[in-house]
């Protein structure tokens, strides 16, 4: 089954909040399954953008680059597919509510900080 086919069986979070115990426990499996757990309960340190290199870099350098930009994008992209699953399952209002939050993490924080 890919993300999309476990998502479309997934409730969204009621307005009134009257099921979060429920979405949350269903959430957090369902991030957990797709290897994403670490996005959300900050048991890693989110990489940082690395300035562009200059024309003397050397070839280790080039390398070490490459290897952390890449590293950088993908800790980008799966917060992107939490943050996705989490905005996709919950009313327009508190999205609005929490549309400042950037990360996948900072807007779960906010989420489980207004229900708890």
Request: proline content about 3%; glycine content about 4%; some cysteine.
């Amino acid at each position: 089954m890919s993300f999309a086919d476990y998502h479309t069986t997934f409730p969204e979070l009621a307005s009134d909040g009257s099921n979060w115990i429920v979405w949350k426990a269903r959430m957090k499996i369902l991030i957990g399954v797709e290897g994403l757990s670490h996005i959300i309960d900050d048991s890693t340190t989110p990489p940082t953008k690395l300035e562009p290199l200059t024309g003397t870099a050397t070839a280790a350098e080039v390398a070490m680059f490459n290897t952390a930009s890449e590293e950088y994008w993908e800790f980008k992209h799966s917060d992107a597919v939490v943050k996705h699953l989490i905005v996709s399952t919950i009313s327009d209002y508190l999205l609005l509510k929490n549309i400042r939050h950037t990360t996948a993490s900072s807007l779960w924080e906010a989420i489980c900080v207004e229900h708890e």
